[in-house]
């Protein structure tokens, strides 16, 4: 491999995970795929490419490099790419531009990361889903789109038309959910500037039992002291 991780056949580039940087790999080349081992584990799988001198790159296998540094996933290829298939959809370009906005470039774009990290375990319709449902909400943490994604992913009849709607209501800016309904995530920083928060009228906390132990030692001032 080589150190843009990725593997030549037939005079055409197919990417691998970055950590198999400088390793060696098995290829099997298909009629319509290309399959990538290491060992007995398949690590990569692509459409197979027909024009020679053409790259494939899975936006997938970068994400531990772009982590560490973010600045370089908004000009890369593979976003491009994983733009152009569908894999990554508007709504993951609202939250990001969300995240950004929120927690500067640099964080807003290690939050996307770590969603799209979500998609090797959880279904790829429902970390969308979990997307814009945090999007609608204000969170715009991972911790938060993993919490929705999970939930779509639990009920499992999450219901792709009520998804598919959700996120034409999100781009077109219309609401599609009934008036008193009420997000699955709330945003805590909302909730606390629109709820009225009670003044305290606990009273303060008193010191004078200790103000008795100091009197007590006072009295009693050789106590303890060396002969």
Not at 55 to 77: C, F, Q, S
Not at 145 to 171: C, F, I, P
Not at 177 to 194: K, M
Request: hydrophobic share 40%; with cysteine; glycine share 8%.
């Amino acid at each position: 491999m080589d150190r843009y991780a990725q593997v030549t056949v037939r005079m055409n580039k197919y990417s691998v995970p970055a950590r198999m940087v400088g390793r060696q790999a098995r290829v099997l080349l298909n009629a319509g795929d290309l399959v990538v081992f290491d060992g007995r584990t398949e690590i990569a799988r692509h459409e197979r490419l027909m024009t020679k001198g053409s790259t494939r790159v899975d936006l997938d296998h970068y994400l531990e490099v772009v982590l560490r540094k973010p600045g370089a996933l908004p000009g890369a290829k593979a976003l491009e790419q994983a733009r152009a298939s569908g894999r990554f959809t508007p709504v993951h370009d609202a939250w990001w531009a969300a995240a950004c906005k929120a927690h500067g470039d640099a964080d807003g774009t290690r939050a996307l990361i770590e969603v799209l990290m979500l998609h090797r375990h959880l279904p790829h319709d429902h970390v969308v889903a979990g997307l814009a449902t945090a999007l609608r909400a204000g969170a715009l943490t991972a911790d938060a789109v993993a919490l929705e994604a999970r939930k779509y992913n639990d009920t499992a009849d999450g219901g792709a038309d009520d998804t598919t709607a959700d996120h034409q209501s999100l781009m077109s800016g219309d609401r599609a959910r009934g008036e008193g309904e009420i997000p699955a995530v709330r945003s805590l920083t909302e909730r606390r500037l629109r709820a009225h928060i009670p003044a305290d009228t606990r009273p303060l906390p008193s010191v004078e039992k200790y103000d008795q132990l100091l009197a007590s030692r006072r009295d009693t001032p050789n106590e303890g002291a060396a002969p």
